[in-house]
């Protein structure tokens, strides 16, 4: 194995290419020669290693730099004295929410489902195709075959995000929130921005529902921290957000927002400062047959077992059975009729304060 790699770039000038890269762009010399007569100069800068070489052959290239202040360069693109453009990035760009568009989404999971292979080698099952413009995101993810899962340390770049256990159930670890611990079907975390954290084993036929936003953000690997770590913080600050690990045994049942149901909170509307809420609710007693309004941002239900009629905007009423998922717009009127005894829904809206109006 090699100890270190360079970028070759080719130039007619040495001393002015050299010159335009330690002077201009700050990189620094490791080596330079033949002393008397130099031909290649070695520098190095940003976590990049180059070789400028007098009269090599090939093309000039293009070289990224990321940086922390890109006004500081005066431009956002530079061009060297050998002809190598210079692309000026911030390193850490601000994240971009795009504006919502609302629409009435339902997806059934059923033979017509379509599974796609992502990260990892997780199964995932796009659960709001239409992205709500690009603001948000819903998958249902399968780990079919248990045992160890090919994860490594990573973190998200996100405004919220949330991992909801359905079946089976899966070990994870998370950054400064102790030794690793095993998600069972019915448990919840919030993973707040940029937490590290790893996907350690499962079992077969792992199922998860996450959502997230913004709808396209990244994900990157930290190949230098180790978990899990040697601090325990679980009230630790991540840009404005805390860890949430809800335990459904352990949890309690309270009032829904919808009359004649109850849930258990997760806790993610106070640890998220309000950026938003997930409850798990379900029927009880005999229900009202009322229609409700809501101007939640997003408002996802998935079925997490049962069944109901759901009739949105008076146009017809939609069977839905467990494993189905839906986004109610807001401002249209919905109503949950003909709800079975065993219906669960995992319901997460965005923001956390929003109103239900029944009529």
């Known amino acids: 194995m090699g100890v270190r790699a ?23 010399v490791d080596a330079i020669y033949p002393a008397d007569a130099p031909s290649i100069a070695e520098i190095s800068g940003y976590g990049l290693r180059v070789e400028l070489r007098r009269g090599g052959e090939g093309a000039p290239g293009v070289l990224r730099l990321l940086v922390s202040d890109p006004a500081a360069f005066g431009a956002t693109l530079l061009t060297a004295p ?67 899962v090919p994860d490594y340390v990573h ?40 937490i590290r954290h790893r996907v350690l084993e499962s079992s077969a ?37 805390m860890f949430v690990r809800h335990v459904a045994a352990r949890a309690t049942w309270e009032p829904f927002r919808l009359e004649d149901f109850e849930c258990r909170d997760t806790g993610i509307a106070a640890a998220t400062g309000g950026i938003a809420t997930v409850r798990i609710a379900r029927p009880r007693g005999t229900l009202s047959r009322k229609r409700y309004r809501h101007d939640a941002d997003f408002l996802f239900t998935f079925v997490l077992s049962g069944s109901l009629s759901l009739d949105v905007d008076g146009r017809g009423a939609h069977a839905v059975t467990a494993g189905t998922s839906f986004v109610l717009p807001p401002g249209n009127p919905y109503a949950f009729n003909d709800c079975s005894s065993d219906l669960e829904l995992l319901e997460a809206a965005l923001p956390a304060a929003f109103e239900t109006i029944s009529r």
């Open 6 to 28: 360079q970028v070759v770039l080719p130039c007619g000038d040495l001393e002015e290419t050299l010159g335009f890269f330690t002077d201009r762009l700050g990189f620094r």
């Open 82 to 148: 050998n002809g190598t453009r210079i692309e000026i990035v911030d390193a850490d760009p601000p994240l971009v929410v795009p504006p919502v568009v609302p629409s009435f989404v339902l997806s059934e999971n059923g033979d017509r489902a379509e599974w796609g292979t992502g990260r990892a080698g997780m199964r995932y099952r796009d659960l709001v195709p239409d992205r709500q413009g690009g603001t948000f995101i819903a998958s249902h993810i399968q780990i079919p075959g248990g045992g160890p």
């Open 155 to 194: 973190f998200h770049k996100v405004r919220f995000q949330m991992i909801y256990c359905y079946k089976g159930w899966v070990r994870v670890v998370y950054e400064d929130q102790g030794p690793p611990f095993v998600m069972q079907a019915g448990d919840c975390v919030l993973q707040p921005p940029r």
């Open 205 to 241: 036929g792992l199922e998860v529902i996450e959502i997230g936003c913004p709808a396209n953000h990244e994900t990157f690997a930290d190949h230098d921290l180790a978990l899990p770590t040697s601090t325990l913080r679980p009230e630790r600050d991540f840009s404005g957000q």
